[in-house]
């Protein structure tokens, strides 16, 4: 009873000291042994609009997880998350609505359509215009498992919380809600929160509110938390709590981020420094606590750090604490001042933490390397990567995506960017754009005006606009191109010294903007080794003409401190001296980030086994291949076979050209490529490949992993005949070309899986045309059902009565064009002779007729018996020459541990009979490997691209 008065006065005073202010009264019970919380919630929301309200919006962002259809379930399924697919029932979550009533009366509700974590609520009574709703809830919350999102009840039963609990969403003339997408961006009015916990004793109870009281008996405790104009949610519940507090001068720190075993004085330490820092930066924080979890920190980790093994520590342990420590707070501090719509405006908080972390490594740590102490160790300090500053990685990283083509502008909603822009791209691009524009404004400007604009505007909703219309009244230089271009694009920025003429004591110097994205540029002149001008242009739209004056130049470098975030920074130099090259040829061992001031050419040494002719092969490629992706590239790959005693290798020329101001057409390749190997034991074969491919991308939608391609190429095959077997066909036409021509459309996805293409070759001998289409579903009771179908018809045969070397293939195609991945592709009998490559007939038995000289269609499929475990089978026509159709099939069990990459395959029954009970049963699995590393990470890298 007393606990009920104190809450009640104390809710009571918030309302008097807040009026006009939003409010919420939560109490929360919970049932950990069903990871249950019974809630009880009344939430009071003032319309400051002009307009009345009949129907008003919630968030439930915890019933986000009730289903496999929801938004949340559809981009774990784009990104080929497993986990919540084939999660149970209960360990996804949901929540129950049992009530809601506005003046003691039912309301009518329901959850929106296609967006079932949104309520849309019907009031009795209006909320009239600067006037307030209340209404209160009963509900109940069944936590889901921390395994998906990192947040909800973990294996040991604690309880990890974010958007737990329901909450209004922003009217200001519009409504502002969304579903969760896992990005961690709700839009959440500030309120004045009143909080009441009921659990278990032996919990510890951590949350960025002001504890008021905490009462305890045998059976439960309770605990009363209140906060002024919050917007952050989080709770935790745990029973060994390692969460620290750190007073300073400014605010308390909670947290219980990783600290790198740091003594108690250091950690004190650096908190107060960080805590300086942020206060001076951004003002004083409006809150006593400032809350940052570990959670937080690996949602969002410092890139690189993170990826190092504990026994690697290129970096002073106070170091990583300290940036750990300042991004994770940079990023609370920051939302719980602003309050901006993180879906449409996220950019902003992005921005300003990144720039922030940029400013203290400047200010803190200036010698500090990208590699931290690894930059000084021999052999490693050669490498251009590890003598980069540490804030090179932002531009690094941004420009990783934007040599891609597939950066998205800043402005774009947060859940239609690519993972990688969402975690990182996007975050660096924002920082490294204030930066810029730092240096653009001069003197020190934007800090100061960054921070009047962050106490000018806690308490209100800001956006991009309204940042807009501050920064340019503090300024008389044109940032129209930052507002505009730079954040509403993802236009390129490219400038080029083209002329530099001088002219008495001055030098005149034109420069070339050579895309589309008017903006200024940097300008340092050099003599010999000392700058002796930096100066800055006004937007440069085409080009312009800027005079500098000339104190013994010998070198013009445009954005030499690397502020610009240019999409190519190779042009930037121009020479006044008489030099045969503007760059000296630099040979590198190993892969680089690229040196803009060298030609650079990398040797990569090679060890690989390819085939089972060649064995282990040792050799090295040179290639003009940098971290960042460049349009020509080119690979020369000399190798020895230990096996073959042969000299093989492979030569690729290649350049791709992307296409910016078209829907679809996203780059063409253009290339040509040579490669020796051997095919069987003794005899090689020589490829000659030029084509061309045409790739098509949604650019609307990045997302989207449906892709089309339209490849042309000719295939130009020589091979050594074999001297003890010169009647096979073999031997009779060893050399042949192939003009290929397909058309390949594939939409890739956890649930819904679907490919197909068409494929035409013409030859002197023959011409065929086929058409493979595959289908994959996995349905919500995680049952899997794959369906493949093909069919190829010979145009033209005149080898049908020599061979069957072109012919369509049952089980094994001969790959005459050299595609396939096989490791004994003329194999026989013996276990490589039972690699299986889904191709043609896909047949897993070697049935007969094993070849098909005229048509061939098959049907495969298969569908799960428990979990990895499927039942596969096939069916097929073949019609040969002079031969009447005929009809085979098999069936078996397919063990599937990854698929495409690593599979089993035993037949049961087939057109042989029962096939497990026939002698020598071993010598018909068939399996399927992959021993590529490139095709294996492409596993990994899919849910970033």
């Known amino acids: 009873m007393k606990i009920k008065k104190l809450f009640v006065s104390v809710f009571f005073a918030g309302f008097v000291l807040g009026f006009s202010q939003n409010k919420m009264d939560i109490r929360a019970n919970f049932n950990v042994e069903k990871s249950q919380i019974q809630i009880s919630q009344l939430i009071t929301y003032y319309n400051n609009t002009a307009d009345t309200l009949q129907t008003v919006y919630l968030n439930d962002w915890n019933h986000s997880f009730a289903t496999k259809k929801t938004p949340l379930a559809k981009r774990f399924a784009e990104e080929f998350k497993t986990e919540f697919h084939f999660a149970k029932n209960n360990d996804r979550g949901y929540s129950v609505v049992t009530s809601v009533t506005q003046n003691n009366e039912q309301v009518s509700f329901t959850r929106i359509k296609n967006m079932i974590d949104v309520l849309q609520v019907n009031?009795?009574?209006?909320?009239?215009?600067?006037?307030?709703?209340?209404?209160?809830?009963?509900?109940?919350?069944?936590?889901?498992?921390?395994?998906?999102?990192?947040?909800?009840?973990?294996?040991?039963?604690?309880?990890?919380?974010?958007?737990?609990?329901?909450?209004?969403?922003?009217?200001?003339?519009?409504?502002?809600?969304?579903s969760n997408k896992d990005l961690d961006d709700m839009f959440v009015p500030q309120a004045n929160?009143?909080?009441?916990?009921?659990?278990?004793?032996?919990?510890?109870?951590?949350?960025?509110?002001?504890?008021?009281?905490?009462?305890?008996?045998?059976?439960?405790?309770?605990?009363?938390?209140?906060?002024?104009?919050?917007?952050?949610?989080?709770?935790?519940?745990k029973k060994n709590n390692d969460f620290r507090e750190i007073e300073t001068d400014y605010f308390t720190l909670v947290s219980n981020v990783d600290d790198e075993n740091l003594s108690t004085l250091n950690k004190v330490l650096v908190t107060d420094n960080i805590a300086k820092f942020l206060t001076d930066k951004l003002g004083p924080y409006p809150h006593k606590r400032l809350l940052i979890s570990d959670i937080d920190y690996r949602k969002s980790p410092i890139y690189g750090l993170n990826l190092l093994p504990n026994f690697i520590r290129p970096f002073p342990d106070h170091f990583q604490y300290e940036l750990k420590i300042l991004k994770t707070g940079l990023r609370n501090y920051l939302e719980n001042v602003l309050q901006l719509n993180p879906r449409t405006d996220q950019w902003l908080i992005d921005g300003l933490q990144i720039y922030y972390l940029m400013a203290y490594v400047d200010a803190f740590y200036p010698d500090m390397k990208l590699a931290g102490t690894l930059s000084n160790f021999w052999g490693l300090k050669s490498f251009h990567a590890t003598q980069l500053d540490f804030n090179a990685?932002?531009?690094?990283?941004?420009?990783?995506?934007?040599?891609?083509?597939?950066?998205?502008?800043?402005?774009?909603?947060?859940?239609?960017?690519?993972?990688?822009?969402?975690?990182?791209?996007?975050?660096y691009k924002a920082g490294i754009g204030l930066k810029y524009v730092d240096a653009y404004l001069e003197n020190d400007s934007l800090p100061k005006h960054l921070k009047t604009f962050l106490e000018r505007h806690q308490n209100q909703i800001v956006t991009t606009s309204s940042f807009e219309r501050f920064l340019k009244s503090k300024t008389h230089k044109d940032l129209n191109w930052f507002f505009g271009d730079y954040l509403e694009t993802n236009k390129y920025m490219d400038f080029k010294i083209t002329k530099a003429i001088r002219k008495e004591d001055s030098i005149h110097?034109?420069?070339?903007?050579?895309?589309?994205?008017?903006?200024?540029?940097?300008?340092?002149?050099?003599?010999?080794?000392?700058?002796?001008?930096?100066?800055?242009?006004?937007?440069?739209?085409?080009?312009?003409?800027?005079?500098?004056?000339?104190?013994?130049?010998?070198?013009?470098?445009?954005?030499?401190?690397?502020?610009?975030?240019?999409?190519?920074?190779?042009?930037?130099?121009?020479?006044?001296?008489?030099?045969?090259?503007?760059?000296?040829?630099?040979?590198?061992?190993?892969?680089?980030?690229?040196?803009?001031?060298?030609?650079?050419?990398?040797?990569?040494?090679?060890?690989?086994?390819?085939?089972?002719?060649?064995?282990?092969?040792?050799?090295?490629?040179?290639?003009?291949?940098?971290?960042?992706?460049?349009?020509?590239?080119?690979?020369?790959?000399?190798?020895?076979?230990?096996k073959s005693n042969a000299l093989t290798g492979s030569v690729s020329l290649n350049y791709r050209q992307y296409f910016n101001n078209t829907a679809h057409l996203f780059h063409i390749d253009y290339g040509i490529g040579a490669s020796y190997a051997s095919y069987a034991e003794n005899l090689f074969v020589t490829k000659y490949t030029p084509g061309v491919q045409l790739s098509f991308r949604n650019k609307s939608n990045l997302r989207s992993n449906k892709r089309q391609y339209l490849n042309f190429r000719y295939v130009d095959i020589n091979r050594d005949t074999n001297p003890t077997t010169p009647t096979t066909t073999r031997d009779i036409q060893p050399d042949y070309g192939v003009f290929n021509m397909r058309y390949r459309q594939i939409d890739k996805n956890l649930v819904n899986f679907s490919a197909w293409f068409v494929d035409t070759q013409f030859s002197e001998k023959f011409?065929?045309?086929?058409?493979?289409?595959?289908?994959?579903?996995?349905?919500?009771?995680?049952?899997?059902?794959?369906?493949?179908?093909?069919?190829?018809?010979?145009?033209?045969?005149?080898?049908?009565?020599?061979?069957?070397?072109?012919?369509?293939?049952l089980d094994r195609p001969t790959d005459y064009l050299f595609d396939y991945n096989y490791y004994g592709r003329s194999e026989s009998t013996g276990l490589f002779s039972q690699q299986l490559i889904i191709a043609e007939g896909g047949f897993k038995s070697k049935l007969q007729p094993g070849f098909a000289n005229q048509w061939l269609s098959a049907l495969n499929g298969s569908t799960t018996i428990w979990k990895y475990i499927l039942a596969y089978g096939d069916l097929g026509m073949i019609k040969n020459h002079d031969n009447s159709i005929q009809v085979l099939y098999d069936t078996g069990i397919r063990v599937s541990l990854l698929e495409d990459y690593f599979e089993l395959y035993f037949p049961v029954y087939s057109n042989l009979g029962w096939e497990v009970s026939q002698p020598q049963y071993a010598e018909k699995i068939r399996f399927i490997v992959t021993l590529d590393f490139n095709t294996l990470f492409g596993l990994f890298t899919r849910r970033w691209y």
């Open 123 to 178: 009031l009795t009574e209006p909320a009239l215009p600067n006037s307030a709703y209340t209404i209160r809830l009963n509900y109940i919350v069944q936590v889901p498992k921390d395994k998906f999102t990192r947040y909800g009840v973990t294996e040991n039963g604690d309880f990890n919380l974010r958007y737990w609990y329901i909450t209004p969403a922003v009217y200001n003339g519009n409504w502002h809600y969304s």
């Open 193 to 237: 929160i009143n909080l009441e916990i009921t659990c278990p004793p032996h919990f510890n109870i951590e949350t960025e509110l002001d504890r008021v009281s905490l009462t305890k008996t045998n059976s439960q405790q309770v605990a009363v938390f209140t906060g002024k104009n919050r917007v952050n949610s989080k709770l935790f519940l």
């Open 393 to 427: 990685q932002y531009s690094f990283l941004y420009l990783h995506m934007a040599r891609q083509h597939i950066d998205q502008p800043l402005l774009m909603e947060k859940d239609s960017l690519l993972k990688f822009n969402e975690n990182i791209a996007n975050k």
């Open 509 to 642: 110097v034109t420069i070339k903007n050579r895309r589309n994205m008017p903006a200024p540029i940097s300008l340092f002149a050099f003599n010999n080794q000392s700058l002796t001008t930096k100066i800055w242009t006004e937007t440069i739209t085409d080009s312009a003409t800027v005079v500098i004056p000339d104190m013994e130049t010998t070198r013009l470098v445009l954005n030499y401190d690397y502020i610009v975030p240019e999409y190519n920074v190779r042009n930037n130099t121009k020479l006044l001296t008489k030099k045969l090259f503007n760059k000296p040829l630099q040979v590198r061992l190993l892969k680089d980030i690229e040196d803009p001031a060298y030609n650079q050419v990398f040797l990569m040494p090679i060890v690989e086994f390819n085939n089972i002719y060649d064995g282990i092969v040792l050799g090295a490629k040179a290639y003009n291949k940098s971290v960042l992706r460049k349009p020509f590239y080119y690979k020369i790959a000399p190798q020895y076979g230990l």
């Open 767 to 809: 011409g065929k045309i086929a058409l493979n289409y595959e289908f994959r579903k996995l349905t919500e009771t995680n049952r899997q059902y794959n369906l493949r179908f093909f069919t190829g018809v010979f145009l033209y045969n005149k080898t049908y009565q020599d061979s069957n070397y072109f012919s369509f293939a």
